[in-house]
């Protein structure tokens, strides 16, 4: 159970509660089929008994949107320039297994490597990734994101 932290009352800080992340939990165990899990989380997490529970309409698909959004926004940060300007051109995509499982500084570092690749090392990379993921879409029980990229397989 994810402990009980609460937000700020002046709500200036932009921050989510524990409360706020089970009750999204609770709703995509519903929306993807996983009744009895849903109902054990709710149960376990008293998430009925919460002050979000009662009347807070999300959309459907709230936490993978969310978990998504903060995905771009580590691969906007790892693209920043040294002194924290916007990139307009050289914009490097990064796959998402990267950014689920690596800080900022060494996304930053792959962003570098991948500036000073050549055209021809960019189009080979590109040509590993793309047979990669059609071995990872072919294999048994192997499943896509929303982006249609093989789970956990990236989105560069």
Request: charged share 30%.
């Amino acid at each position: 159970r994810v402990g009980r932290a609460s937000r700020p009352a002046d709500g200036a800080n932009m921050s989510i509660s524990s409360d706020e992340v089970n009750f999204l939990v609770y709703r995509y165990l519903q929306e993807s089929g996983f009744t009895h899990a849903a109902y054990t989380f709710g149960y376990e997490s008293y998430v009925a008994k919460t002050t979000i529970a009662s009347g807070t309409e999300l959309p459907p698909g709230a936490l993978v949107s969310f978990i998504q959004k903060g995905l771009q926004y580590l691969e906007l940060e790892a693209n920043l320039n040294e002194d924290g300007t916007d990139v307009d051109s050289n914009f490097s995509m990064l796959t998402s297994r990267d950014l689920l499982s690596k800080p900022v500084e060494e996304l930053k570092n792959i962003v570098k490597e991948k500036r000073t690749m050549s055209e021809a090392d960019r189009e080979k990379e590109r040509k590993e990734r793309v047979k990669a993921e059609k071995r990872l879409k072919g294999a048994p029980g192997a499943t896509t994101d929303a982006g249609g990229d093989a789970a956990g397989g990236g989105g560069g």
